[in-house]
C-alpha cells in the first residue's frame, strides 16, 4: 500500500521516551517528533524548556509514513494541563504529565502509605495553576477506625467548604466506588498520587477490563512501589476517560509564583489586606490577621502549614 503523506490531526493517548501513539478515529499509529519540533521547544541557548514537549491528551499535527509509524508535525494549543516543576538534577524545567484533561482527581490514603497533606494541597494548587477543576479522594477508609474515621472527616469536610469534592472511598465499599465512578463518568480526568494510594486498584474496580498492575505498600518504608511506569489514556466502558498516572513523589510547584502564594488558599482571601504590614508573607510577621485567623480555627491549621511550607521552601515535610 503506498501512502500519500498528509498532515492528519490526532491526539496522544500514550507517552514513551521517544515515542507517541497518536489516534487518529480508529487508528493508532507510533509517532516520534520531527526535528524541527524538538527544536522550537528549546531556549535560543539548546536548553531544554521541557522534560518531554509532548504530553497524553494533547492534540496534535501529525504525518503518517506507513501502516504503523508516523512523525509529529506540531502541538495545538492547550486548554488546561497539569504540569510540575520536573523532578532532579535539572529542576528548571517544566513536565506536563497530562493535557486537555477536564479535571484532576488527587488520591491520597488513610493509611499505608499514610495521609499527607502537604502533597495534597500541592496537588490542588497545580490544578488551579493548569486551569482544571480537582477532586479529592480518600482512599482506604476501610483501614480506619471509627475514632480515626470522624477526625479525617472533620479535616475533609474542610476542604468541602473551599468548594472540593470530596470523595471516600475503598475497593472493599461497593457504595463508595459508585461515587467515584460517577465523577468520572463523561470526563476526562487524570488520576495522580503517591505511590500505593490505590489508584490503579480504584480504576480497575471500576472497570475490570483495564487490568491495571498493583503493587503493594512496604510495612518498613511505607511507601508504594511503582507499578504504573507510563502515562496513558483509558476509555471508560460508562463514559469518559481517563489518564493514569506513575505514582508522584516529588510534586514541584511549577507556574506558580509562589511570593503570591495565598492567591492559591481561598480561606486566606478574606483577610488580605487587613494585615498590619501590606507586604506581609503571613509567616511570623506581628499583626498578621492571617495567623489570627489560624489561632481562632478560621482557617484549618494543616492548610496553614501547607501554605508555610511552600512559602519558605522548607522541604523536610515532603
Do not use: C, M, P
Given at each position: 500500500m503506498e501512502f500519500i503523506l498528509t498532515h492528519e490531526q490526532g491526539r496522544i493517548i500514550r507517552a514513551r521516551t521517544g515515542f507517541y501513539d497518536v489516534q487518529h478515529g480508529d487508528l493508532t499509529v507510533r509517532c516520534t517528533l520531527r526535528g524541527t519540533l524538538k527544536r522550537k521547544h528549546r531556549s535560543e541557548t539548546g536548553r531544554r524548556l521541557y522534560a518531554d514537549p509532548v504530553a497524553v491528551g494533547d492534540k496534535v499535527i501529525f504525518t503518517q509514513l506507513d501502516e504503523e509509524e508516523g512523525v509529529v508535525e506540531d502541538i495545538l494549543p492547550?486548554?488546561?494541563?497539569?504540569?510540575?516543576?520536573?523532578?532532579?538534577?535539572?529542576?528548571?524545567i517544566e513536565q506536563v504529565i497530562v493535557a486537555n484533561a477536564h479535571q484532576v482527581v488527587a488520591v491520597v490514603s488513610t493509611l499505608m502509605p499514610p495521609l499527607n497533606f502537604r502533597t495534597l494541597d500541592r496537588f490542588l494548587i497545580l490544578a488551579e495553576a493548569g486551569d482544571m477543576e480537582a477532586v479529592i479522594c480518600l482512599n482506604k477508609m476501610d483501614l480506619v477506625d471509627p475514632t480515626q474515621r470522624e477526625e479525617l472527616l472533620v479535616d475533609f469536610t474542610n476542604y468541602e467548604q473551599l468548594g472540593y469534592r470530596v470523595l471516600y472511598t475503598s475497593i472493599n465499599a461497593p457504595?463508595?466506588?459508585e461515587a467515584f465512578q460517577h465523577e468520572l463518568t463523561?470526563?476526562?480526568?487524570?488520576?495522580?498520587?503517591?505511590?500505593?494510594?490505590?489508584?490503579?486498584?480504584?480504576?480497575?474496580a471500576i472497570q475490570p477490563n483495564l487490568e491495571l498492575r498493583i503493587g503493594e505498600v512496604g510495612i518498613k518504608t511505607q511507601k508504594g512501589r511503582h507499578t504504573t511506569t507510563l502515562v496513558e489514556l483509558f476509555p471508560l466502558d460508562f463514559g469518559g476517560e481517563v489518564a493514569d498516572t506513575p505514582g508522584i513523589r516529588e510534586v514541584g510547584l511549577w507556574g506558580v509564583d509562589t511570593e503570591n502564594l495565598e492567591y492559591y488558599f481561598p480561606e486566606m482571601e478574606p483577610y488580605l489586606g487587613n494585615c498590619k504590614y501590606n507586604d506581609c508573607a503571613h509567616v511570623a510577621e506581628p499583626d498578621c490577621a492571617v495567623q489570627d485567623a489560624v489561632e481562632t480555627g478560621e482557617i484549618h491549621a494543616e492548610r496553614y502549614r501547607s501554605y508555610v511550607v511552600l512559602r519558605t521552601e522548607d522541604t523536610t515535610e515532603f
Open positions: 492547550r486548554q488546561t494541563k497539569f504540569s510540575r516543576q520536573y523532578a532532579g538534577k535539572h529542576g528548571d457504595e463508595s466506588l463523561d470526563k476526562f480526568s487524570v488520576i495522580v498520587g503517591a505511590s500505593g494510594v490505590g489508584k490503579s486498584s480504584l480504576l480497575n
